[in-house]
Nanobody, 127 residues
Framework: QLQLVESGGGLVQPGGSLRLSCAAS????????MGWFRQAPGKEREGVAC????????VYEDFVKGRITISRDNAKNTVYLQMNSLEPEDTAVYYC????????????????????WGQGTRVTVSS
C-alpha cells in the first residue's frame, strides 16, 4: 500500500527555518515525481515545488523562490523541503504528493497530475 507521511512541521518565528520530510512506503520513490503543496486556512491548496524522478529538475512557485529548496534521497525513500526566511504568509498545512506518469527528467506543480497524497504537516510562522 502506497503511503506518504510528512513530518517536521511546527511553530517557528518569522525569519526562521524548518525542514519538512516526506517518507514514502509501499513503492519505489524514484519511480515517482514528487511535489509539495500547501493549504492556508480558508484558501485553496496551492503548489510550492516539485522535483523530477531523477532529482535533476525542480520547479518552484515564484513566492518561494530563493527561500525554499526541494530535494530527494531515493535510497531513503524520502523527499525534503528546506524552508528558510519563513514569513507569516507561509503558515499552512504542507502536503507531499507523488505522481507516477511523468517523464523522468520533468515535473510540474499541477494538483491534477498527483494521485497520491500524504496527510500533511502543519507549519505556523508567528512571533
Amino acid at each position: 500500500q502506497l503511503q506518504l507521511v510528512e513530518s517536521g512541521g511546527g511553530l517557528v518565528q518569522p525569519g526562521g527555518s524548518l525542514r519538512l520530510s516526506c517518507a514514502a512506503s509501499g513503492f519505489t520513490l524514484d519511480d515517482y515525481v514528487m511535489g509539495w503543496f500547501r493549504q492556508a486556512p480558508g484558501k485553496e491548496r496551492e503548489g510550492v515545488a516539485c522535483i523530477s524522478k531523477s532529482g535533476g529538475f525542480q520547479v518552484y512557485e515564484d513566492f518561494v523562490k530563493g527561500r525554499i529548496t526541494i530535494s530527494r534521497d531515493n535510497a531513503k525513500n524520502t523527499v525534503y523541503l528546506q524552508m528558510n526566511s519563513l514569513e507569516p504568509e507561509d503558515t499552512a498545512v504542507y502536503y507531499c504528493a507523488a505522481a507516477e506518469h511523468l517523464d523522468r527528467d520533468y515535473c510540474e506543480i499541477t494538483r491534477g497530475v498527483y494521485d497520491n497524497w500524504g496527510q500533511g504537516t502543519r507549519v505556523t510562522v508567528s512571533s
